[in-house]
């Protein structure tokens, strides 16, 4: 996460650390030097998110297929100099920068919140200085690179140290990220993601060699300078009586106006002004605040040292510990597959960050909420449900955003049985059973967690796309009250035109104003896609992973257009794009998700007007629920629902402007 003001510092005020460099020119010296080696960059996926997503839609909910044809002309760049990519994702957070965790959390609530006032007040997206990037982009990510054929690491420590050990183990050609961090490990070049020009695959490179010299330090003196300024293990409000004794006694010859620059100037003026000293981490302690836990700053500087290096800032060395090679308790495959499912079996915990949701609408509960017994009863596959004594069930720590928790402590969270014949069974009976009808009890398993078990069959003949959709849509209409059928038709219409839709003509799409609502439903569709792929883990992967991603599944304009559509009562030919097929699967998801519904007392209402919108916003298709349409669309033939289709069509065409609710009126009387 780095330390703050130390890139802007070197930025600005040590030039001579920057240097241009073209990869290509960087990538073929290192061929020559290093006969059949691939030359190979690590990358910080989780520092170039922001930077891959360059769509300028970013407020509706993701616009997935244009990411994914991001990703792959960046590793297109790449891949014609010669330079294989290995991309590392954070994989847990470590509970010693837990803290500095929270805080960036409720930032973001702050930065969210200041968003859907401004979605509110101009109903159109903030400018890019408001940039939240989209809900669970990381995860995704991870399933896009194997996609498209690339090599992950998801780590089990802090992200930044896992990529310089990486660099350095390998020899590799260099690190690429964003992160002030790689200033101080001792590893390969760093070179700067956000200086990066792709076309010309030209960048900036920072040497620590000359960052070191402009400040008088050793290679070793970087992680003492990073705790002393502050990090995410060493707060920075610790060390600020240290730092004015500091500028105190720091006599400057420089013309810095900066603060922060002269901090950092003098921080290091201390330090190589003991540095050869005898006792010097002494002179240190002696500068520190009486009480000042010198334990949390050993504990900092070691979160720098790298495997097989050494510091003399260190007063013992703690036992060698090949991060790479840790052992786990779960296979490597899953490991990758879901960070969710290690966190859970490893360390007992599981976390979420924040999402676009409107903590003003107290209509819409926090998704954190929404979704937690469907986790539950992840939690309870996982872990088991003990004995059946309240004292032995299992438990899980969740550190989850949701309006009103500071985060000052994880909730405990108990399993939660499934209630289904037979009983809760074990992750271990569902991922490496070879029972010949093992298939159907992941997926029938998977959507009890949904408790839509009852729908098993219905669901499995679908695609995974449309199964994966009408789960989410029927747990969250009995989760959330004010999701209305209007809302589900919204759902239904995107995820049914979403395949005949390019990346290019998504971005095309144009759209009056944005709902802050709609916002909001998206991004709660979201997160229920990521709880969805958890569940399909924890099941032994009755879905294919790659089925369930939001370029199968999700986009956020498309959506986005659909809403607003839908509950303005737009003709049926507008919203599903003059394709007949479409609407007779529509007529059968919908119909589907109600009657579930209904089988647990939820009846779905139309929604009441769009919230941002001018029309009165009746379901589009309120009288869709027609017995004999149900009958046609449930139980007729091919060519009894291709008929009602071209009745449907053939009274459109006649009346244009009619509403959909009206012809099928007209049709089904």
Same mark, same amino acid.
């Given at each position: 996460?780095?330390i703050?003001g130390? *890139?802007g510092?070197?930025?600005?005020?040590?030039?001579?650390?920057?240097?241009?460099?073209?990869?290509?020119?960087?990538?073929?010296?290192?061929?020559?030097s290093?006969?059949g080696c691939?030359?190979t960059?690590?990358?910080d996926?989780?520092?170039c998110?922001?930077t891959?997503?360059?769509?300028?839609?970013?407020?509706?909910g993701?616009?997935?297929?244009?990411?994914?044809?991001?990703?792959q002309?960046?590793i297109?760049?790449?891949?014609?100099?010669?330079i294989?990519?290995?991309?590392?994702?954070?994989?847990v957070i470590?509970?010693k920068?837990?803290?500095?965790w929270?805080?960036?959390r409720?930032?973001?609530?702050?930065?969210?919140?200041?968003?859907f006032s401004?979605?509110?007040?101009?109903?159109?997206?903030?400018?890019?200085?408001?940039?939240?990037?989209p809900?669970?982009?990381?995860?995704?990510?991870?399933?896009?690179?194997?996609?498209l054929?690339q090599?992950?690491?998801?780590?089990?420590?802090?992200?930044?140290?896992?990529?310089?050990?990486?660099?350095?183990?390998?020899?590799?050609l260099?690190?690429?990220?964003?992160?002030?961090?790689?200033l101080?490990f001792?590893?390969?070049?760093?070179?700067s993601?956000?200086k990066?020009r792709?076309?010309?695959?030209v960048?900036?490179?920072?040497s620590?060699?000359?960052?070191c010299?402009?400040l008088?330090?050793r290679?070793?003196?970087?992680?003492?300078?990073?705790?002393?300024l502050g990090n995410? $293990?060493v707060?920075?409000?610790?060390?600020?009586?240290?730092?004015?004794?500091c500028?105190?006694?720091?006599?400057?010859h420089?013309n810095?106006?900066?603060?922060?620059?002269?901090?950092?100037?003098?921080?290091?003026?201390f330090?190589?002004? $003991?540095?050869?000293?005898?006792?010097?981490?002494?002179e240190?302690?002696?500068?520190?605040?009486?009480?000042?836990?010198m334990t949390?700053?050993?504990?900092?500087?070691?979160?720098y040292v790298?495997p097989?290096?050494?510091?003399?800032w260190?007063?013992?060395?703690?036992?060698?510990?090949?991060l790479?090679?840790?052992?786990f308790?779960?296979? *490597?495959?899953?490991?990758?597959?879901n960070?969710?499912?290690?966190?859970v079996?490893c360390?007992?915990?599981?976390?979420?960050?924040?999402?676009?949701?409107?903590?003003?609408?107290?209509?819409?509960?926090?998704?954190?909420?929404?979704f937690?017994?469907c986790?539950?009863?992840?939690?309870?596959?996982?872990?088991?449900i003990g004995?059946?004594s309240?004292?032995m069930?299992p438990?899980?720590?969740e550190w989850?955003v949701?309006p009103?928790?500071?985060l000052?402590?994880?909730?405990?969270?108990?399993?939660?049985?499934?209630?289904?014949p037979?009983g809760?069974?074990?992750?271990?009976?569902?991922?490496f059973s070879?029972?010949?009808?093992? *298939?159907?009890q992941?997926?029938?398993?998977?959507?009890?967690?949904?408790h839509?078990?009852?729908?098993?069959?219905?669901l499995?003949?679908?695609?995974?796309?449309?199964? /994966?959709t009408?789960c989410?849509l029927?747990?969250?209409? $009995?989760q959330v009250d004010?999701?209305?059928l209007?809302d589900v038709?919204?759902?239904?219409?995107?995820?049914?035109c979403?395949p005949?839709?390019?990346?290019?003509?998504?971005?095309?799409?144009?759209?009056?104003?944005?709902?802050?609502?709609a916002?909001h439903l998206?991004?709660?569709f979201?997160?229920?896609l990521?709880t969805?792929?958890?569940?399909?883990?924890?099941?032994?992967?009755?879905?294919?992973?790659?089925d369930?991603?939001?370029w199968?599944?999700?986009?956020?304009?498309?959506?986005?257009q659909k809403?607003?559509?839908?509950h303005?009562?737009r003709?049926?030919e507008?919203i599903?794009?003059?394709n007949?097929?479409?609407? /007779?699967?529509?007529l059968?998801?919908?119909i589907?998700?109600t009657?579930?519904?209904?089988t647990?007392?939820?009846?779905?209402q139309?929604?009441l007007?769009?919230?941002?919108?001018?029309?009165?916003?009746?379901?589009?298709?309120?009288?869709?629920?027609?017995p *004999?349409?149900?009958?046609?669309?449930?139980?007729?033939?091919e060519?009894?629902k291709n008929? $009602?289709?071209?009745?449907?069509?053939?009274?459109l065409?006649?009346?244009?402007?009619?509403y959909c609710?009206?012809?099928?009126?007209?049709?089904?009387t």
């Open positions: 996460m780095g703050k130390l *890139q510092f070197v930025q600005n005020s040590c030039l001579t650390v920057c240097s241009t460099v073209s990869l290509w020119t960087i990538s073929k010296r290192h061929m020559s290093y006969p691939i030359p960059i690590v990358v996926a989780m520092g998110l922001r891959w997503y360059t769509s300028d839609g970013w407020i509706h993701g616009q997935w297929k244009e990411y994914l044809s991001s990703l002309n960046f297109t760049a790449f891949k014609n100099a010669g294989r990519l290995v991309f590392v994702f954070d994989g470590e509970e920068k837990r803290a500095e929270v805080k960036r409720i930032q973001n609530s702050d930065e969210v919140s200041k968003i401004f979605i509110k007040s101009s109903r159109q997206q903030p400018g890019r200085n408001m940039f939240f990037i809900s669970g982009i990381a995860t995704f990510t991870r399933f896009a690179l194997k996609t054929g090599e992950i690491i998801c780590t089990q420590v802090e992200g930044d140290y896992e990529v310089a050990a990486y660099a350095l183990k390998h020899n590799c260099g690190l690429l990220g964003e992160d002030s961090d790689y101080i001792n590893t390969v070049p760093y070179f993601v956000n990066l792709l076309d010309k695959l960048t900036v490179m920072y620590r060699e000359a960052f010299g402009e008088g330090l290679l070793s003196d970087l992680p003492l300078l990073a705790c002393l995410d $293990i707060p920075e409000n610790m060390m600020e009586n240290f730092q004015r004794r500028m105190a006694s720091y006599h400057s420089s810095e106006r900066n603060k922060r620059a002269n901090v950092i100037r003098a921080v290091a003026a330090i190589s002004s $003991i540095q050869l000293l005898p006792h010097a981490l002494k240190v302690e002696k500068m520190l605040p009486l009480g000042f836990d949390l700053l050993q504990k900092g500087i070691e979160s790298l097989q290096q050494s510091s003399p260190i007063r013992s060395r703690p036992h060698p510990c090949d790479l090679t840790i052992e308790a779960l296979d *490597q495959h899953f490991k990758g597959e960070n969710m499912i290690c966190n079996l360390l007992g915990e599981s976390d979420c960050s924040n999402t676009l949701e409107d903590d003003s609408d107290p209509k819409i509960p926090g998704q954190a909420l929404v937690r017994t986790r539950q009863h992840i939690y309870a596959i996982l872990l088991g004995n059946g309240p004292d069930c438990m899980v720590r989850y949701y009103g928790n500071l000052k402590k994880p909730d405990l969270v108990p399993v939660l049985p499934l209630s289904i037979g809760t069974p074990t992750a271990r009976s569902l991922w070879e029972d010949p009808d093992i *298939q159907r992941r997926f029938y398993t998977c959507m009890a967690c949904f839509v078990e009852k729908w098993t069959e219905e499995r003949g679908l695609g995974s796309h449309l199964a /994966a009408s989410l029927i747990y969250i209409a $009995i004010s999701l209305s209007t038709e919204a759902f239904l219409a995107q995820v049914l979403l005949g839709k390019t990346a290019t003509q998504l971005n095309a799409l144009q759209l009056p104003y944005v709902d802050s609502r916002v998206a991004f709660l979201l997160r229920g990521i969805l792929m958890g569940a399909n883990s924890a099941c032994g992967y009755p879905f294919k992973m790659m369930l991603m939001p199968n599944t999700f986009d956020g304009k498309l959506f986005h809403y607003l559509q839908c303005g009562r003709p049926v507008e599903f794009e003059n007949v097929s479409l609407i /007779a699967q529509f059968k998801l919908r589907m998700i009657d579930a519904c209904a647990q007392n939820r009846t779905l139309p929604g007007k769009s919230t941002s919108g001018p029309f009165p916003g009746p379901s589009t298709f309120q009288d869709l629920d027609k *004999q349409l149900k009958k046609a669309a449930v139980t007729g033939g060519s009894e008929s $009602i289709s071209r009745i449907a069509w053939k009274r065409h006649s009346e244009s402007k009619v609710s009206t012809f099928c009126q007209g049709f089904c």
